[in-house]
């Protein structure tokens, strides 16, 4: 019986590492379904019925993703479906369509869209070598010389400076999170600098105020620093 066994476990094994899940289901619902399982057998078909779903969830997955070919070509299509493709395309290896993301990328694309690719480019560190036409104007990049939004030290301190101005205003916290993440999403393939950052998030704070309180809460952060800067001279 152990022999039987054997052969049992391992043809599901095989089938479940080739892609034929309906062979490995059938061999498995029969075994399962038989009055006497050996003790030491039941826990190995167990284990192989979950390899079995995990391998069925996967492929669902793979089969409602779209083609590579698809997105590509979607690219080319209107602004919000080159976004959506942009989005998708970020999560895949980029350097099996290099040529085609340099040439998207060439002329003059949905400025968000590229920004997701520019991101996934320097995330991934690929060494080639980029042109971007954003509104008529050349910027040349290497993708593994970026500086991925996440990382940049410019952008992250304006965030934080960002969250102590509205530490007792959450939404207008978020809404502050939401533009400066855009702004540095929009300005790759350059990144903030840290000493960029304080200009960066007044900026982004007369943004928010114009467009919640007519520039109120603006004013009250410009009073703020103006009097750290005054309290950092005294104490000097």
Known sequence: MAGYYD?????????????????????LKKELSMPY????????LRALM????YAKSEKTKEDHEESLDTLLHKLKGRPQTQLGAAESLSERNLRVCI?????????????????LLIEAIAEQEIGEEFILIRDGLEFTFWGDALT??????GFLKAVRLLDSWYEKEPDLKEMARTLVIHDAYLYLPLSYEADEALPLAEKTAKQV??????????????DRLKQEETDRKTRS
């Open 7 to 27: 052969e049992v476990i391992e043809e599901i094994r095989t089938a479940i590492n080739d892609g034929k899940l309906e062979d490995a289901s059938y061999l």
């Open 37 to 44: 399982i050996p003790e030491e057998v039941e826990p190995q």
């Open 50 to 53: 979950r390899d079995l779903a």
């Open 99 to 115: 040529n085609e993301i340099k040439d998207y990328l060439g002329k003059d694309p949905q400025p968000e869209a590229a920004a």
């Open 148 to 153: 991925p939004v996440i990382k940049s030290e």
């Open 209 to 222: 105020s114009d467009m919640m309180d007519g520039g109120a809460s603006y004013q009250k952060i410009l």
